[in-house]
């Protein structure tokens, strides 16, 4: 069963609460939500206090993805804001295995993501302790672009990577992912599926996520 993971990046953020629940009424599995910082990726979005004003929303998980240069300086803030998961971006990350534990120490799932054009190999030694690796499919930044073919292959190989380590983290996509393209990232191996324009884009939240649903089915 796939998961789809609707990014509030590309809500209306003047009503952030409501859209919120915009996702949960139309059966959304999960809320993610991006976290720039104006440095690791040219934009800034969404502090812990936004976090928190949004969490009454909704009981649905909230999947934080931190898009920043020093994201262990605000990890413990956007867990206490609600966050049920954290993703870390391996660029910035020289003790990569550490502040995996350090999230799961916080009673939260850990992720690691990683850049279209940052190797899979990085990964290697902390396969059997990530929750979640989440493979980014455009340039993290901006919502709307292009989903780059040639990460068709590197999902693909992370789903080899896993077996072949006998790991047992979910495989989460991101970026250009709509109705015309997410049976093929299913079939390559993506698991949890975030969509941000292709889910805020439609006007009936539910019926695009149904929809998103029935195409995925192999
Ligand atoms: O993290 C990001 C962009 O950096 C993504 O979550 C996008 O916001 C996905 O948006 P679409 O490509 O689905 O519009």
Redesign the pocket.
Known sequence: MIKIAP?I??ADFSKLGEEVKRLDKGGADIV?I?V?DGHF?PNITIGPLVVKAIRPYTRLPFDV?L?MDNPMEFVDAYVEAGADSITVHAEVLPHLHRAIHYIKGLGVKAAVALNPSTPLNVLEYVLGDVDMVLL?T?N??????KFITAMMDKIRKLADMRSTYGADFCIQV?????LHNIRDVVKAGAEVI?????VFGAQDIKGIIEAMRQEAKL
């Open positions: 990014s990046l590309s993610h991006d720039m990726v993805h898009m980014m455009v993290p930044g901006f919502g709307g672009q991101d970026g250009g992912i709509g975030v969509a941000g324009s292709a």
